[in-house]
């Protein structure tokens, strides 16, 4: 545990402005390859951010490694940075709920996308970036792990009931400018296991590419041009015509303009395109 003194990422209590309780749950990855280099990071007796990042949990990959808890749930956490953009509900942050004064914040282990020096396993994730242009292949989280991010969930909401399933995004969610993860979390079978809810819908995997978000905006009726195979648009290549759909999107069902797809825009299309009777899954 991170001790609650001057110098350290930690801050007592949760403010007046989230009626002192957490608002949701904020999922990271820690782009490393192990639970130790989260505890060099962030966690250990002398962190690499020690007074700059923290976080409530570090989540291993195998039970051999398990759960770290650096910060209380009655304390705050330093886990989204102050250029946060979002809050857990999808409108803008403020001083008051930036640098994650309102969120739990949960580390998975988990190296993050392929690059130089990063090869792709077979079973590891296609997704996209929040503005639809950097494509990744991300490392899979693994069965062992997945059975203990649903422990620590059920570990906080038992403390702070008031958090919903709807209260849970990705660090990308919340700074999607320049954050990428956790694109690919496995946030439906999380989640149900959490609240042992199994018709907690999956909004996110039927959106995780750009050809997926394309389709669905072109379902809801958004002209893309007339790209791609089969002429509506829908060619996996973000520009200016998907842009600006999304912008439109945006604009007409209440949600922040700010062209990227995070959770919050996922769940308005996945609603929208269930009340007109058609099925998300089928964009896969």
């Known amino acids: 545990m991170i001790p609650l003194v001057a110098g350290n990422a930690v801050s007592k209590g949760w403010t007046s402005a989230t009626q002192h309780r957490p608002m949701g749950v904020t999922w990271h990855w820690t782009a490393s390859w192990d639970l130790q280099g989260c505890r060099d990071t962030i966690g250990g007796s002398h962190p690499a951010q020690k007074g700059i990042a923290s976080a409530h949990y570090g989540v291993g990959r195998s039970f051999s490694e398990g759960i770290d808890r650096y910060v209380s749930l009655e304390n705050r956490s330093w886990h989204a940075g ?5 809050r857990w509900d999808g409108q803008p942050s403020n001083e ?10 949960v580390e998975t282990v988990n190296i993050g996308y392929a690059r130089d020096g990063v090869k792709a396993d077979p079973d590891w994730i296609k997704a996209h970036s929040p503005n639809g242009k950097q494509a990744m292949l991300i490392q899979s989280w693994t069965e062992q792990q997945i059975e203990m991010m649903i422990q620590v969930g059920r570990e906080i909401i038992g403390r702070w009931p008031t958090i919903t399933w709807e209260n849970h995004h990705g660090h990308h969610d919340a700074c999607p400018g320049y954050k990428v993860d956790v694109a690919g979390f496995p946030f439906a079978r999380v989640l149900r296991g959490i ?6 819908p999956d909004i996110w995997s039927p959106f995780w590419t750009s050809a997926q978000r394309q389709r669905a905006l072109v ?9 791609g195979p089969g ?3 829908v ?3 973000w520009g200016r015509a998907s842009d600006t759909a999304l912008s439109a999107f945006q604009k007409q069902n209440g949600l922040i303009v700010n062209g990227y797809w995070t959770t919050f825009v996922s769940r308005a299309v996945w609603n929208l395109l269930v009340a007109r009777g058609m099925d998300p899954d089928s964009l896969v």
């Open 219 to 227: 379902k809801l009726g958004y002209d893309l041009g007339r790209f």
């Open 235 to 237: 060619d996996g290549d």
């Open 96 to 105: 008051n709920t930036k640098g994650a004064r309102a969120t739990v914040g």
């Open 195 to 200: 609240y042992g809810n199994p018709d907690i």
């Open 82 to 86: 102050k250029n946060q953009l979002l």
């Open 231 to 233: 002429g509506d648009g």
